[in-house]
Structure formats: C-alpha cells, structure tokens
C-alpha cells in the first residue's frame, strides 16, 4: 500500500516535471516567434512606407505635370491675343497712313496681303489674299498705303488674285518728274525695273529725282513710281534721251497693300 502511494506522488511529480518544462520551452520558443513576426512587421510597413513615398511621388509629378500643361496654355493664348493686338495695330496704322493721303480720296479701296511673289524671265507678278468674293476685278489697281504704285490686277479667283507689277513688260504708265514740267511714259523692263521714254534732249530731268504718275491714264495722279538711277545721253541726231528708273517699291518690305476698285 505504501508503495502505490509512492508511485503516484512519483508519477505526479513526473507530470508536473514535464509540465514545467514543456511551459519554459514553449515559453523560449514563443518569445522567438514574437522576434521573429517583430521583424516581419517591421519589414512590411517598411516596404508600405516606401511605397507610399513613391506614390506621393508620383502624385507630385503629375500634379507639376498638369500645372506645367495648364501654364502653357496659358502662355499661348497670351501669345495670341498679343499676336492679334499687334495685328489690330498693324491695320490701324496702314488704315490711317491711307487716310491721310490725298490721292486715295474720292477712291474705294479694299485693303489686301501679298503672299507670293514670281519673278520670272516672262513676267514679274504677285499674289494677294483677296478675290472676286471680295469684290476685285480684273484692271484694278494696287498700292500700299503710302502711295507708291505697285501694280495692276490681271487675273481673279474666288479667294486670291494676281497682279502683275509694274516693272512687268507691257506695262505703261504716264509720269512726270515731281516738282518739274517733264514728262514721259514708265515702261516696265523686268529686272533693269523702268525706262523712262520720249525724253528728249532739252528736257530737264537728272539722277536722284523722283517719278510719280501725271494722271493722263488709268493711274491716279500723284502716285510714286520711283527715282532716275541712271541717264545715258544720246548720239548725235538722237531726239531722247536714255532714262532708268529705279521702282520705289523695292525700298520697302511688301506686306499689306490697297486695291483701288473701279
């Protein structure tokens, strides 16, 4: 009887034993785990954070992206408006220039640009923005706005014509020499610009002086057609004298101009 008591206080002991110490080692061993899953975490909000960093990142650029787009959109209607300001002013003060001569007074005129030019050995013409839709015809004549004499219509489409310039051969103007009584006919001669023709011997004229239209035709008087750039004297027996013109026109930029209707 003593005995079995001493077995069951021996096996209880025995139990409690390996209680105690499954308890230490599961306690050893859960105290890893918590290292272990610790430094999981850590990891993965590391990792949550740099992505999140990224991200902000990337919402940054997009935001400078769409602000960069939006300020140059901005720039450009700026630009434009700018663009057509200058324009507006541009044809106030063409508008204005005309108005104030005397030779366009009494005229219609519609105001044009010139958008190419063809000079060739058959001809030398230009083309402007306007059209029969616009109310040019064929004849009319072509100025800018400070009165030199450009041209003369010659061919008409709906949204354009063509004039031909008149350093054109064929073309034949009245002139005479500004503040003088001679007088004489402007011939176009292509690339030499004008011949001053029926200039006779006597007839006061030298170089530098400044030929304008007399009004004996077509043209309006007053018109500037340009300076005597050089004069050859004739032969003997000869009645004119040799007299070249250099065009006015040449001595300014060509952009706007006027077409005198008819």
């Known amino acids: ?32 785990y918590s290292a272990s899953i610790k430094n999981i975490r850590v990891s993965f909000f590391s990792k949550i954070n740099v992505f999140s960093s990224f991200l902000s990142k990337i919402e940054r650029i997009s935001k400078l992206t769409k602000e960069n787009m939006f300020l140059k959109n901005e720039n450009t209607k700026l ?55 616009s109310g040019i015809k064929i004849g009319d004549i072509i100025v800018v706005s400070t009165g030199i004499l450009l041209g003369v219509v010659d061919n008409v489409d709906e949204g354009f014509s063509r004039a031909s310039l008149i350093t054109n051969s064929g073309s034949k103007i009245t002139v005479k020499v500004l503040g003088k009584n001679t007088t004489g006919i402007a011939r176009g001669f292509l690339n030499e ?28 008087p007053g018109l500037l057609i340009g300076k005597v750039s050089n004069i050859i004297f004739a032969d003997d ?13 040449k001595k300014i930029n060509l952009d706007r101009v006027l077409i005198l209707t008819q």
């Open 1 to 32: 009887m003593k005995s079995l008591k001493l077995w069951s206080l021996f096996f209880i002991f025995l139990i409690v034993a390996l209680l105690v110490f499954f308890i230490f080692l599961g306690s050893f061993r859960l105290g890893d």
């Open 79 to 133: 630009l434009s408006l700018l663009a057509s300001q200058d324009e507006l002013q541009d044809q106030i003060n063409f508008l204005r220039e005309s108005l104030d001569l005397d030779i366009f007074s009494g005229h219609k005129f519609i105001d044009a640009r010139i958008f190419n030019f063809q000079f060739t050995p058959e001809g030398h013409h230009f083309l402007i923005n306007k059209g029969g839709e």
């Open 193 to 220: 610009g004008l011949r001053l023709d029926f200039i006779s011997q006597n007839d006061q004229i030298v170089e530098g002086d400044t030929i304008i239209t007399n009004g004996n035709d077509m043209f309006p």
């Open 237 to 249: 027996g000869d009645l004119f004298k040799k007299v070249i013109l250099e065009p006015e026109f």
